[in-house]
């Protein structure tokens, strides 16, 4: 089993819908919790973080987390065609490790 | 948010010669930088950690005679491609991370090296 898995996509969705990104771990030890986003050829860029149980919301974007269920899922709301990239899970590997485990990735196009 | 900063954003090399690959944390000491490779379409695989000071850590199937780590400063690591192939050929981002659990890791902007 892979320590973080998440669909690969592609999720399209049209412009002004919301965007539903889920993520599921392996380790119950993560505590710590990270959503990147990556356009074709670029190095990843985060966009939220989330430590605790329940939501977390930053502007249009929404991180849920599960301990329970291991699960971290992350909403898009009001999507734009900017937001059409590879959307990345990363959970901290452990309870005393600092290195980060990434899922494959959900492609995302928002259609105009 | 912090800033890495990674040279050179693209490389192209021959076959078996060797390529250094710099990574510099802007604005705070990395004790632990992190280097992964993508190749197209798939996630970040996790190739090594680097300590400062230290050995680096290398993954399981990763040569650490092929990839080669120093990281001799709080702010700077490097990564060398020794003897590359064409197989090699890859994007390459190093990460750093401050020494503790819940903070994030920033990316530096990547390598792409082509072998030819």
């Known amino acids: 089993q892979k320590e973080v898995e998440q669909n690969s996509g592609p999720l399209s969705v049209p412009e002004g819908a919301i965007a539903s990104l889920n993520c599921t771990y392996s380790d119950r030890g993560s505590q710590s919790f990270f959503w990147y986003r990556q356009y074709s050829g670029k190095s990843p860029e985060l966009i939220m973080f989330?430590?605790?149980?329940g939501d977390k919301e930053d502007g249009r974007f929404t991180a849920q987390l599960n301990k329970a269920s291991q699960y971290v899922s992350l909403l898009i709301r009001d999507s734009q065609p900017s937001d059409s990239a590879t959307y990345l899970c990363a959970v901290n590997v452990g309870s005393n490790d600092y290195k980060l485990s990434f899922g494959a990735g959900t492609t995302v196009t928002v259609r105009a | 948010g912090a800033v890495v900063s990674q040279h050179p954003s693209r490389v192209i090399c021959k076959s078996g010669t060797s390529v250094k690959i710099e990574c510099r944390s802007l604005d705070f000491q990395a004790t632990t930088m992190f280097w992964y490779r993508q190749f197209p379409k798939q996630s970040l695989m996790l190739m090594a950690t680097?300590?400062?000071?230290?050995?680096?850590?290398?993954e399981q199937g990763v040569e650490k005679d092929k990839f080669l780590i120093n990281h001799a400063s709080l702010t700077l690591s490097t990564l060398t491609v020794t003897s590359a192939h064409p197989e090699d050929s890859s994007f390459y981002i190093c990460?750093?991370?401050?020494?503790?659990?819940?903070?994030?890791?920033?990316f530096g902007q990547g390598t792409r090296l082509t072998v030819v």
């Open positions: 989330i430590y605790s149980n």
């Open positions: 990460s750093a991370r401050r020494r503790a659990l819940n903070t994030e890791a920033f």
């Open positions: 680097s300590n400062e000071g230290s050995k680096a850590t290398y």
